[in-house]
């Protein structure tokens, strides 16, 4: 009555065998090491990268635990700290001839501790969170007036090139505040150009202006200024992404917070002053024509005002400059930037545009020969000229920018704009810290809350259901093992709140046991047999268990897909918790059951507990073993 067939206990015990395999990386923590990828998109890391890296510490003295390559970077883990730095400069001096020009970035990291033929097994540990493993925390504004603006300053350059394309005569284009301002002499022409303007661009809501002046007045349609402001966080997340992959951090968080602040979490980073220096630094560039009319030379002499339609600028090394406020190009065509030096062996930075990048440059270089263009980098929403240089022929895709900067300032540069521009200007507005020390209190007191908690919940079991106690605080126990092994499959990332889940989830599983239980005393009560009691206890219980977790279920899931951050986490683990609690509780404790009971053809009592009869009478239940 009461026997599995032998499938279901070959699956149980492969299932326990699973989840020791990917449980266990989990306990032997993390070792200092360090980890060298690509600074250039020509340069390859490669099994030869990894030889060399083999090699340099060998000849330093400097013993690793291995050496391995590791997707697109090289990675060698140390028993220590202090070796750890030491194989840092060491590798840096081997690989990177040129401080100046770097080929490679070295950072320092951490590996997990776990032994090789567990990695080998695909069997990694959990990524720690911030809160648990310790790193820095930034919270990032981003200005969605600058993005706002660059769009309508994109609009006004598409407006007066449709204008020109078609012929249509106009009396000069402008901007006011996010309205794009299109005058006109003649009532054909403004007739015309709201005809062609409303079909060609369909983001903006065209009106005439008031008071009967020839003018069109163009402003972006809300579902439109809603995309923009979303574009322009989406393309801040990515570039950030790219950004904390040039400083070799592994799995940080990057996440959106309400519709214009973005969350940078960078768990483990040890280098905290460099990863703020690139994080917080916002640099886009822009690529314009320099206004040499003899107005923008009285505006640089200080002797006249800035021309309509241009700005101005500083130079670096030069002082002042006017440049005209259309784009020819901006960070968003750029494929590659690299540090190198002019043809005067002067710091440089040489670039690559996209096709339509291309295109743009060799129109505008053509046209405009003789004429300078000016490079400007902007950074935290100020813009300042990086060099203007003459143009001397038709450019293409690939081009050099050189001035006024050191080759730091040209490393630090081409690494920015090699990582991608952004949307729009950021600015850091809060920075946190967490040590390693608090995260490793953190992580200490954790565990401590879920040990404690088992052991709280599995004394109390075993003393009210006794034998049956037994079997569920085991059931419980595998519950936790799969939940662990399966959160390490998934390579999740392991919080505060998931650890606060996983504490909930061992409340909750429990409960599943004492449903079942009390439905079997239940039984033995009403007078059934206790082989009886027992299959009719796991078969009545289990509709209420499963309606039970079905509903937890959808709580959970209803978090994991609206919330973000920390309660996304929590989520994650709930809802993992809930399927494997479903599995654990239901099959594996009655597995547990049948292997004691089964084969026991006359059983007469069943050890679990007291069995109260309504009358009042109690009747001792105890097991005879």
Same mark, same amino acid.
């Given at each position: 009555m009461n026997r599995y067939p032998l499938w279901k206990y070959v699956t149980l015990v492969v299932a326990l065998l699973i989840g020791l395999i990917y449980t266990l990386p989990n306990f032997f923590g993390e070792a200092p090491a360090v980890?060298?990828? #690509?600074?250039?998109?020509?340069?390859?890391?490669?099994?030869?990268?990894?030889?060399?890296?083999?090699?340099?510490?060998?000849?330093?003295?400097?013993? !690793?635990?291995?050496?391995?390559?590791?997707? /697109?970077?090289?990675?060698?883990?140390? #028993?220590?700290?202090?070796? +750890?730095?030491?194989?840092?400069?060491?590798?840096?001096?081997?690989?990177?001839?040129?401080?100046? $020009?770097?080929?490679?970035?070295? =950072?320092?990291?951490?590996?997990?501790? #776990?032994?090789?033929?567990?990695?080998?097994?695909? =069997?990694? !540990?959990?990524?720690?969170? %911030? *809160?648990?493993?310790?790193?820095?925390?930034?919270?990032?504004?981003?200005?969605?007036?600058?993005?706002?603006?660059?769009?309508?300053e994109s609009l006004t350059g598409d407006v007066r090139t449709l204008l020109r394309d078609k012929n249509i005569r106009h009396a000069g284009i402008s901007r006011d505040g996010n309205n794009v301002i299109v005058a006109f002499r003649e009532a054909e022409s403004l007739n015309k150009a709201e005809s062609l303007l409303t079909e060609q661009i369909v983001d903006v809501q065209w009106t005439l202006a008031a008071g009967g002046e020839l003018r069109l007045v163009g402003a972006l349609k809300p579902q439109s200024l809603i995309q923009v402001q979303q574009a322009a966080l989406k393309q801040n997340i990515t570039t950030l992404h790219n950004r904390v992959n040039e400083l070799g951090v592994a799995e940080p968080v990057i996440q959106q917070q309400g519709m214009d602040r973005v969350v940078v979490q960078l768990p483990g980073v040890q280098d905290t002053a460099k990863? &703020?220096?690139?994080?917080?630094?916002?640099?886009?560039?822009?690529?314009?024509?320099?206004?040499?009319?003899?107005?923008?030379?009285?505006?640089?002499?200080?002797?006249?005002?800035?021309?309509?339609?241009?700005?101005?600028?500083? *130079?670096?090394?030069?002082?002042?400059?006017?440049?005209?406020?259309?784009?020819?190009?901006?960070?968003?065509?750029?494929?590659?930037?690299?540090?190198?030096? $002019?043809?005067? +062996?002067?710091?440089?930075?040489?670039?690559?545009? *996209?096709?339509?990048?291309?295109?743009?440059? &060799?129109?505008?270089?053509?046209? /405009?020969?003789?004429? @300078?263009?000016?490079?400007?980098?902007?950074?935290?929403?100020?813009?300042?000229?990086?060099?203007?240089?003459?143009?001397?022929?038709?450019?293409?895709?690939?081009? +050099?920018?050189?001035? =006024?900067?050191?080759?730091?300032?040209?490393?630090?540069?081409?690494?920015? %704009? @090699?990582?991608?521009?952004?949307?729009? !200007?950021?600015?850091?507005?809060?920075?946190r810290t967490i040590g390693p020390s608090l995260g490793a209190e953190n992580i200490s007191k954790g565990f401590a809350s879920v040990i404690w908690g088992f052991v709280a919940v599995a004394g109390f079991m075993c003393v009210y259901y006794m034998l049956f106690g037994v079997f569920s605080s085991l059931a419980l126990a595998f519950n936790l093992l799969l939940l662990v092994a399966a959160l390490s499959m998934l390579q999740a990332t392991l919080s505060l709140p998931g650890m606060a889940a996983i504490a909930l989830v061992l409340g909750m599983a429990i409960d599943s046991n004492v449903l079942i239980n009390e439905r079997i005393r239940e039984e033995l009560r009403a007078g059934a047999a206790p082989q009886a009691a027992i299959t009719i206890g796991y078969e009545r219980a289990f509709a209420t268990i499963l309606d039970s977790n079905v509903t937890t279920l959808i709580a959970g899931v209803a978090l994991l897909a609206f919330g973000s951050g920390p309660v996304k986490g929590f989520a994650v683990v709930h809802c993992l918790g809930i399927l494997t609690s479903m599995f654990s509780s239901v099959m594996f404790s009655r597995g547990l059951v049948n292997l004691w009971y089964g084969r026991q053809k006359k059983l007469k009592s069943l050890s679990i507990g007291q069995i109260w009869k309504p009358e009042g009478d109690a009747v001792s239940n105890a097991p005879k073993a």
């Open positions: 980890q060298v990828s #690509s600074a250039k998109a020509t340069v390859k890391v490669d099994a030869d990268l990894r030889q060399r890296v083999e090699e340099v510490l060998g000849s330093a003295g400097i013993k !690793p635990d291995f050496v391995q390559l590791d997707g /697109n970077s090289v990675r060698a883990r140390f #028993s220590d700290t202090d070796t +750890q730095i030491k194989a840092k400069d060491a590798i840096s001096k081997a690989v990177n001839r040129d401080p100046a $020009d770097p080929s490679y970035i070295v =950072a320092l990291n951490l590996l997990s501790r #776990s032994p090789q033929w567990l990695t080998s097994l695909h =069997a990694f !540990p959990m990524y720690l969170g %911030l *809160d648990l493993r310790g790193g820095v925390h930034f919270l990032m504004q981003v200005d969605m007036k600058a993005a706002l603006t660059k769009k309508v990863a &703020k220096d690139i994080i917080g630094r916002t640099a886009t560039l822009e690529l314009r024509m320099v206004d040499e009319s003899t107005e923008a030379q009285a505006a640089v002499a200080g002797t006249g005002p800035v021309p309509f339609g241009t700005e101005r600028y500083v *130079d670096r090394g030069f002082g002042p400059i006017i440049v005209k406020r259309q784009v020819v190009i901006s960070g968003d065509n750029l494929i590659d930037a690299q540090a190198g030096f $002019d043809d005067k +062996q002067q710091p440089s930075v040489n670039l690559v545009v *996209d096709a339509k990048g291309a295109r743009i440059m &060799k129109d505008i270089s053509r046209e /405009n020969i003789g004429k @300078r263009m000016a490079i400007i980098l902007f950074e935290k929403g100020k813009g300042e000229v990086v060099t203007a240089p003459t143009i001397r022929g038709e450019l293409g895709n690939r081009f +050099q920018i050189s001035g =006024a900067m050191t080759t730091a300032e040209a490393n630090d540069t081409a690494l920015l %704009l @090699r990582a991608g521009s952004l949307a729009a !200007p950021m600015e850091i507005i809060e920075e």
